[in-house]
């Protein structure tokens, strides 16, 4: 199985690709404003550039794991309609998720309750229970001005949680986890 991983934040996109035992990692950093430029120009090339460096076809990938965010809207959406696009045009097995989710997943504690920043000086928040290891939200993401537990969250963070809760056995798409689409709210006081 040869997987390739995106994982997108504020500041970069970080790329991993897993064949076997070897691994090829591509950061693409950016700046506020130029987003979409890196995505639209650079998204494309760093995953051929990631399949060269393994001596892989784009053909070779058969699971494609990623974030839905939170994050910037017009840089998720093109992401994931260039990773489905991918998917699609392949046949490659896509799994989706919330950064939120991995860091519940990393916490390992039950409730907890997880937050990462957002561009405009607040936080995204969710809470989680956790069973069986694995999270399930127990409501929205909302906003709030102050953060609950904060953590990094890595392409290799994604990774780990996907093999975690996948099988990869018979599911062709598990898009969006546990059939929840993330709606973002300001949480009311």
């Not at 910037?72 to 309609?81: D, E, K, Q, V, Y």
């Not at 996907?162 to 599911?171: F, R």
Request: aromatic share 10%; glycine share 8%; hydrophobic share 40%.
């Amino acid at each position: 199985m040869v997987y390739l991983c995106l994982h997108q934040n504020f500041e970069s996109i970080e790329l991993l690709l897993v064949s076997g035992g070897e691994s090829f990692f591509q950061k693409l950093p950016f700046e506020k404003g130029n987003l979409t430029k890196i995505l639209t120009k650079e998204l494309i090339p760093a995953i051929l550039n990631l399949c060269e460096k393994g001596n892989l076809s784009l053909k070779d990938v058969t699971h494609i794991i990623c974030t839905q965010g939170p994050g910037s809207f017009t840089g998720l959406r093109i992401t994931l309609s260039t990773l489905q696009g991918i998917a699609t045009a392949i046949s490659a097995k896509i799994f989706v998720t919330t950064t939120l989710h991995i860091l519940a997943f990393k916490a390992q504690k039950s409730p907890v309750i997880v937050s990462m920043s957002n561009e405009k000086g607040g936080y995204f928040t969710q809470s989680f229970e956790i069973q069986n290891n694995l999270p399930l939200a127990l409501d929205d993401i909302y906003m709030t001005e102050e953060p609950s537990f904060l953590g990094d969250v890595s392409v290799h963070d994604l990774f780990d949680y996907a093999n975690k809760i996948n099988d990869w056995g018979g599911v062709e798409r598990l898009s969006p986890v546990y059939g929840h689409t993330p709606t973002f709210r300001k949480k009311s006081q």
